[in-house]
């Protein structure tokens, strides 16, 4: 493949802004990764800026004028992420001015009406004042509330305030900014704030904390738009099912909250759940519906963009105008004014100032999920699918014209597939009437006449839309691996079935809410059919999901090997320039980008190669085979922070694995909901990750694993299986081991169910019972054998452990306490140890001083949260521990405890040092 300056300075002057929001974004990688303080950047913008002014006629005005706004992508960042004002409230609890948690009084003004929840609502507050210690500090930045609403008295009162856009409130609090889980491969809590332009959050649980200060009057819509929505999201709670209604408020209105676990579980299995999202989808739907209803009122382009952009924008405000939802408005925005009022724009030119706009805007967007997710999806389409699509139509609608005068020099078989899509007999013949010549064209279709005009446009869209589909799968596959460790193996497909789908369900929904108006017998026939689109809706997705065959969960490459997905984008730029450049009406009958034949027929073999080398790297991503770390001859314990809770990765010399315990016990307050027309109650769980997915998958992800030999529950309680549960969907598992086996547990049955779905082999452990794996010795010291090992799977019952290799010595004890640890004392030489896992989060229940005196441990290992609800660990237990000369380490406050030794040494890292 060939390039000469003609073609560079061409496409630069066709697409301009493009090349420059390239430069841009680079220059912004500068800002993060050289640190420069922002006026230097700003001085030699501004000399970079002056020089391409001065020399604008000469060639190098490029390097001047690239390097302008280089500095000024730099520039920036910097002035994003450096001056930030120091009363900003994210400011102050990141230098920790104020401790997370701690108690105190603030004041603003709500950004909105309260954004109603399942159990409570949401409020977002622009704060003005803070007292603090009798201390009154003006601060700046917005926090989220959310007020639990436990009773009609509670809600009756929350009513009673009417708090609306602008009202003025001041409420006493405790507001966190603080990681929630502090491990490799977990998403920072505040990096997820920071993307919502959230300063920190807080939850209130009376309204007797509240106290509404005053009314501010304002001129904006917005206080109607919000009015309006939270109509409609009432009106869908009441009148459709819970998982019906959770998928309209999510999809049309922006709220998630009333997503039940299953749906959303179901949308994650099938690759789908950014439909459930509003986004550049959903966006570019409504766009596209009102365009087309405005020409049919007027035919001037400027009124079709200004009523279509007018709609969109009170809509994404309506919506709460979250980042993600802003920022696929002005891309629709630019795009649509591009193309709509300047015909002669270029779709990448626009895409080229959609990110100089955004990036402008928020700097740090760069480095988001979101925005990467939508800026390689609009790419895909736009740089590669809308390309590829053009020149088949071109080919499958050929007639000889002064431009195309012999036919397209593709196969047959390929030409005919295009006529079967596109080619329009009628069209031609209209053609052909008007013409002063004659010509006969044998057009070799797949269809005939008749199946052709009832078929031929139906297909065409099946065809279009599965290979937008492709492309965007294609583009995101990095991404969807790095973030969401996942493959959706019917992806291309479940789109298209899903785009369709619901939005027939939106339409009906909608229809039904508006005959509702008039009378719910009327209603009725379109609810029950938008309850059935929605069953339909989830029915495919769920079967794939059941029979394992919706998606592949898949870990990362770590290290140097992160430049595989690096690396993947090689071929698939390669492959779109070839697709841009094809001329499929060229005498050549091969692609051909130019030059001589040699270089002709490089291109050929250029192109077989980028199509070899992208299933290599494909293949590589999704089956990993290099991604698990490799064995190194040592023991490794990673004690993981899991909050109030225990999990432990063990690897052994060998590289095989065991994971002791997944925590867990988060609380989804699942209720009872009934619509109005008297059906049955349904049971609603909240969709929220769990434990087991969201950290300790993610831990296990991160270090590069797909595969736990062994996993091991010490016992029954939520804080230590139920994670367990997310690590079996997740990972292949070998065997599963655990003492009592409490069926009677729902937790623990759930648990059991699994491993019998998926066959894994399961191993009972006494107290005497011993297991070698890759020459580390493990000892169970507990629990006895009772008549009846699904006996309840108590504190008391866990299973403890010590783990030997070479002259090192590791203690598990579960959640055991004083009784256990009077059995355990009966034979102390087998409790000695280098390292402990204290018992019980650190309860003074457990970690009695004969104990502590028998293991001689020089360190004790509390896996505890932060802010434990239980005030764990107790003073007098560390108390006990520092005594006796262990160094304490806890899990809330360092995060993962990495230990690992050879037999003799013993390296102690940790998360934070």
Known sequence: MSFDTKKISSDLA???????????????????????????????????????????????????????????????????????????LKRIYDEKQITSGDPLEIEGVLQGKPELASSGFFLILKTEKLIYKSSDIKVSGKIRIFAAVENEQIKSEYERLNLNYGTRISLACKLRREEKFLNPGVVSSRELLD??????????????????????????????????RQELISDFKAKFNVSTAGVLIASLLGNEYFLTKQTAEVFREGGTFHILVISGLHITFIGGLIILLVRRFTKKRFWQFLVAVTILWAYSLAVGADVPVVRATVMFTVLLFSQVVFRNGTLLNALGACLLILLVWQPNDLFTASFQLTFFSVAAIITMAFPLLEKLEAIGNWSPSAETPFPPNVSAVFRRFCETLYWRENVWERELERSLWSAKLFKSSYLNKGTQKNFQKTLRYLFEGLLVSLFVQVWLLPLTILYFHRFSIFGIFLNLWAGVVIAL?????ILAILLAQISNSIAFPLIKLTEALNWLLISVPNFLAENNW??????????????????????????????????????????????????FLSTTFFLRCSLFSLLILFAVIVFHPFSSPASDGKLHVDFLDVGQGDSALLTFPNGETMLIDGGGKTSFNKIYVQNEF??????????????????????????????????????????????????????????????????????????????????????????????????????????????????????????????????RKFLFTGDVEKETEAKLL?????????????????????????????TTAKIAVIPVGNNSPFGHPHREVTERWQNSGAKILTTGTRGTISISTNGEDLEVRTFLP
Not at 38 to 58: D, E, G, Q, T, V
Not at 565 to 584: G, M, R, S
Not at 684 to 694: H, K, L, T, V
Request: contains cysteine.
């Open 195 to 228: 993307q919502k332009g959230i300063d920190a959050i807080c939850n209130i649980k009376s309204p007797l904390l509240a106290e509404k200060i005053s009314d501010i009057n304002t001129f904006s819509p917005a206080p109607w738009l919000y009015e309006r």
């Open 678 to 807: 008297g059906d049955e109650p349904e049971l609603f769980e909240p969709d929220a990750q769990s434990i087991g997915e969201s950290v300790v998958s993610n831990f296990l992800w991160a270090k590069g694993f797909s595969q736990i030999d062994y996993i091991l529950a010490t016992h029954a309680d939520a804080d230590h299986i139920q994670g367990l549960i997310d690590v079996v969907k997740n990972f292949q598992i070998k065997t599963a081991i655990f003492g009592k086996t409490p069926f009677k547990d729902a937790d623990f049955a759930e648990f059991y169910s699994i491993l019998h779905k998926k066959e894994i082999a399961t191993i009972k452990l006494l107290r005497g019972d011993i297991l070698n794996i890759g020459n580390v010795r493990i000892e169970v010291l507990y629990p006895e054998e009772e008549e009846s090992a699904q006996g309840v799977s108590e504190n008391n019952n866990s299973v403890v452990l010590r783990v030997i290799y070479g002259g």
């Open 505 to 509: 369900e939106s339409f009906t929904a």
């Open 826 to 854: 009966e034979m102390p030489e087998l409790l000695q140890a280098d390292v402990v896992k204290v018992a019980h989060h650190g309860s003074k229940t457990s970690s009695t001083q004969k104990l502590i005196d028998a």
């Open 550 to 599: 919706a998606s592949l969960r898949v870990p990362n490459y770590a290290g140097a090997l992160k430049w595989i997905y690096f690396l993947y984008f090689v071929p698939v730029i390669i492959l779109t320039l070839i697709i841009n450049d094809w001329k499929p009406f060229s005498l050549s009958s091969k692609f051909r980008v130019q030059g001589s034949k040699s270089k």
């Open 14 to 88: 066709l697409y301009p802004l493009l090349w420059i929001s390239i430069v841009f974004i680079f220059g912004i990688l500068a800002g993060k990764f050289f640190a420069f303080e922002w006026h230097i950047y700003l001085i030699i913008c501004i000399i970079s800026a002056l020089f391409s002014a001065f020399f604008k006629k000469h060639k190098f005005v490029l390097v001047f004028l690239f390097a302008a706004f280089f500095n000024a992508g730099g520039l920036i960042y910097q002035i994003e992420n450096q001056t930030l004002a120091p009363n900003r």
